[in-house]
């Protein structure tokens, strides 16, 4: 689970890592709010490329542009705008959890020098302070491994510049183990869901598997190695999925409803495509539950299904076969129409 | 079959009590499976079901020959029910817990260099020798006994080529979905030497999604001794997870691994739908 910026930010301040002061806007207002009263003197602006700001919308890029219009302005404070690469560059550190190794693993770039080398899980295991391997290297490694200690983190990573003579940290990425939340709340109550959709967040409230995607067919899949084949077999297909729903091996009926209707009030959802296989799921709902879709939408519904034969006669109105290649054709060829 | 087990094979069930565990070691018991004894350390009876109860895996091992065991425990738990399992060297080792947390895994690992369990999991939908035995949740209704030796990653996309085997009448000598999570006990390169040595299977048949660092499972498989024909399926991801977090591009190793099955001549379907076609491919050539 990626921590926004300036959640991990609150989160490793405890340790003792040096930050530069930071701050969130995301209009043109909170800007000049921000400028005002931290009195700022200069800054730096992080747009990602091609990214929107979550919930408004707008390009970071258009902000940035608004931002410099703004500074340029005789009414507007004195800051100089500087880009990250202005500072002194130190270094860049990754602490992260190394599926292929199974292993922690420490790796990146201090003045020019890479490094990298696997670590213990209990901790310990940093390399001697030499030359090469300061003790300023050494002693955010050892921030690092306590910080992704505690929080279960899978990834670290800090983005180290020189301000004056002093070491800071300009950027920080932060991943923890979704699968610890449980044991982590403090983490869940700090996340900000703006990176989820809202069809993400009400799916999460009844423990369901629903991921938002770019496309436009809904999968409802019994399975998630399943749901990664389909995706790829829907753009083999030349189509693409809007979100996939993983009903997993058992769904109550009820479950399934609400699963159909967060699919349902997505707008991008141009069509449906149904892929559940037997003896990981029993559809005996299934029958009601799609007829009683077929009388709220207009969208296509495409079903695969092996009781195929049992299916087809009780929704006369829904594709419904056993071929995957045949079911893709029809839902993309239904959409693109 | 089966160079993993048989229905001989003395199994020990983790964490028998819950609902799931019971419902699983029934079908398994049906089945064929030769359930020994089942771990509850809380439970103040001496038998559930007719299989006899101990309190650690330990003591079971002890009181009962048992050859594998497979765990049902939640996920907090799972890591000491795997390293339980792991100190009694118990052989096999299924685990169908999902949702274990990473750091738990790490330590799961580090045990498993140091032991000659084979683990397969976590998360894993189990394995099947169809007619003999069963350890795990694989649905007993779509196999028949054959000759085609199945690795799948996912319990799900197997079905998917289960479905496709009945309709050519093709059956299956072994099956084993080992789970698709990040850290697992046993890759595909650590099950294929088995179904080398299986004289029930004529042909292997590979069904995986893409994971980092496949290329070096892959490279480290194809310098094994080979004798029997592999068909491949590799479902790509279209979406970025959080996995994939420490790379610029998550799937550098994919054109890799393309490149080196071409190049062992290794037969690589892209599509779902062709999973029967390459089934049936497979075992005429060993046929021929």
């Known amino acids: ?337 | 079959m089966s160079g993993f087990f048989d229905r001989h094979t003395p199994f020990l069930v983790q964490d028998i009590w819950g609902d799931f565990a019971h419902f699983h070691t029934r079908r398994c018991q049906e089945y064929g499976t030769n359930i020994v004894g089942g771990i509850a350390p809380r439970a103040r009876r001496a038998h559930f079901c007719g299989i006899p109860l101990f309190s650690s895996v330990k003591e079971a091992k002890s009181e009962v020959k048992c050859a594998a065991t497979m765990i049902f425990t939640p996920p907090r738990q799972a890591k000491q029910a795997l390293l339980d399992a792991i100190a009694a060297q118990i052989p096999l080792i299924v685990c169908c817990t999902e949702g274990i947390a990473r750091r738990d895994m790490l330590f799961v690992k580090e045990a498993l260099k140091k032991s000659t369990s084979c683990l397969i999991g976590p998360s894993a939908a189990g394995l099947i020798s169809p007619g003999e035995a069963l350890a795990g949740l694989l649905p007993i209704d779509l196999y028949k006994a054959g000759s085609l030796g199945v690795i799948s990653s996912s319990g799900s996309l197997a079905c998917e080529l289960l479905v496709q085997l009945q309709e050519r009448q093709i059956g299956v000598s072994t099956h084993i979905s080992f789970g698709s999570d990040e850290l697992l006990g046993s890759s595909f390169a650590d099950l294929a030497p088995k179904f080398e040595q299986d004289s029930a299977t004529q042909a292997i048949l590979f069904l995986g999604e893409e994971v980092d660092a496949m290329d070096v499972m892959w490279e480290r498989y194809l310098a094994m001794r080979r004798s029997k024909p592999l068909g491949v399926y590799i479902a790509k991801k279209d979406f970025v997870s959080y996995a994939q977090f420490s790379k610029e591009d998550p799937f550098c190793s994919h054109s890799r691994v393309d490149s080196l099955l071409e190049k062992s001549g290794i037969a690589k379907i892209e599509s779902l739908s062709c999973l029967g076609d390459l089934a049936a491919q497979l075992l005429k050539e060993n046929t021929c």
Not at chain 1, 247 to 271: E, N, W, Y
Not at chain 1, 272 to 285: M, Y
């Open chain 1, 1 to 337: 689970m990626y921590v926004q910026e300036c959640v991990a930010r609150q989160l490793l301040l405890a340790y003792g890592f040096p930050f530069l002061p930071f701050g969130v806007v995301s209009t043109l207002e909170e800007v000049k709010l921000f400028l005002h009263a931290f009195q700022v003197e200069r800054a730096i602006f992080f747009p990602k490329k091609g990214g929107t700001i979550p919930l408004l919308g707008q390009g970071k890029a258009e902000l940035l542009a608004l931002v410099r219009d703004y500074l340029e302005k005789e009414e507007a404070p004195k800051v100089l705008v500087q880009e990250e690469g202005d500072f002194p560059q130190v270094g860049e550190i990754r602490y992260l959890l190394d599926y292929s190794a199974s292993c922690y693993r420490a790796e990146g770039s201090w003045k020019g020098e890479f490094f990298s080398f696997s670590l213990p899980p209990e901790g310990g295991g940093l390399p001697p302070i030499t030359e090469k391997f300061p003790e300023s290297l050494t002693s955010l490694l050892e921030k690092a491994r306590c910080a992704v200690f505690d929080w279960e983190g899978l990834f670290l990573g800090l983005h180290c510049v020189r301000k004056k003579s002093e070491l800071c940290i300009s950027r920080v990425e932060f991943y923890v183990d979704e699968r610890a939340c449980s044991t982590h709340k403090r983490i869940a109550e700090l996340y900000a869901p703006s990176f989820q959709t809202v069809q993400e967040r009400i799916a999460e409230q009844f423990d369901l598997d629903y991921t938002s995607l770019e496309g436009d067919i809904g999968c409802v899949v019994s399975g998630a190695g399943l749901g990664a084949a389909l995706l790829h077999e829907l753009k083999l297909g030349g189509g693409d999925a809007s979100a996939l729903l993983n009903v997993g091996r058992g769904i109550s009926q009820d479950l399934l409803h609400t699963a159909f209707r967060i699919l349902l009030s997505d707008p991008k959802t141009r069509g449906i495509f149904v892929c559940l296989l037997p003896g990981v799921f029993r559809g005996r709902f299934l029958v009601e539950e799609l007829q009683g879709l077929l009388g709220e939408s207009r969208l296509p519904v495409v079903v695969r299904f092996s009781e195929s034969e049992e299916l087809k006669g009780a929704l006369r109105e829904i594709f419904v076969r056993k071929s995957l290649d045949k079911c893709v054709q029809k839902i993309v060829g239904a959409v693109r129409r």
